[in-house]
T-cell receptor, first 118, second 114 residues
Framework: DQQVKQNSPSLSVQEGRISILNCDYT??????FLWYKKYPAEGPTFLIS?????DKNEDGRFTVFLNKSAKHLSLHIVPSQPGDSAVYFC?????????????????FGGGTRLMVKP | DVKVTQSSRYLVKRTGEKVFLECVQD?????MFWYRQDPGLGLRLIYF???????EKGDIPEGYSVSREKKERFSLILESASTNQTSMYLC?????????????FGPGTRLTVL
């Protein structure tokens, strides 16, 4: 069973409006979360991250919100631009001690394809 | 800038063939990863390596093996390719050993097994 889920496979938004991408997780041990963006024929690139000690992290047009009690995070893009059209993956991890390599491992969601229309 | 390169963008193999996918990173990263990407399933970790000659199984290691003889190179091996291994394969690397640092991805290899 997938521990990280993105229930919307696609999302279409008008340019200039807000895009909201959602992600749910089931493993309560996850305490570090990341969003990646992927264009066709390219590898994913890191977008923004948040640790569980925060509930919000902002970087320019991108903001990630974390609701630990609901095991839910979301990525907000404001304003959306046509160049934001891509597949977005959320990912989660567990911080480990030095002898525990689990901290290196990321669990990804299935992805959401965002289309921003001009 | 970190660069992760993969030996092939597209590969077509026949069932039963041995397949090697090569990945090289140029930033002296400790960690290297192999994922496969399938529609609706996102990226699933096959194997990762946190040091030369060290490896750990990911979520779906069956049917795959890996080799890391040098720090910059991480190889994924399909001993006997099967049609259900048709997929996009992505290699990644990251700097720190313990923190879930950002991973830097290569462009991917689309493998088709006939």
């Amino acid at each position: 069973d997938q521990q990280v889920k993105q229930n919307s496979p696609s999302l279409s938004v008008q340019e200039g409006r807000i895009s909201i991408l959602n992600c749910d997780y089931t493993n309560s041990m996850f305490d570090y979360f990341l969003w990646y963006k992927k264009y066709p024929a390219e590898g994913p690139t890191f977008l923004i991250s948040i640790s569980s000690i925060k509930d919000k992290n902002e970087d320019g047009r991108f903001t990630v919100f974390l609701n630990k009690s609901a095991k839910h995070l979301s990525l907000h893009i404001v304003p959306s631009q046509p160049g934001d059209s891509a597949v977005y993956f959320c990912a989660a991890s567990v911080l480990g001690g030095y002898s525990n390599n689990a901290g290196n491992m990321l669990t990804f969601g299935g992805g959401t394809r965002l289309m921003v229309k001009p | 800038d970190v660069k992760v390169t993969q030996s092939s963008r597209y590969l077509v193999k026949r069932t039963g063939e041995k397949v090697f996918l090569e990945c090289v990173q140029d930033m002296d990263h400790e960690n290297m990863f192999w994922y496969r990407q399938d529609p609706g399933l996102g990226l699933r970790l096959i194997y990762f390596s946190y040091d030369v000659k060290m490896k750990e199984k990911g979520d779906i290691p069956e049917g795959y093996s890996v080799s890391r003889e040098k720090k910059e190179r991480f190889s994924l091996i399909l001993e006997s390719a099967s049609t259900n291994q048709t997929s996009m394969y992505l290699c990644a690397s990251s700097l720190q050993r313990v923190r879930p640092d950002t991973q830097y991805f290569g462009p991917g290899t689309r493998l088709t097994v006939l």
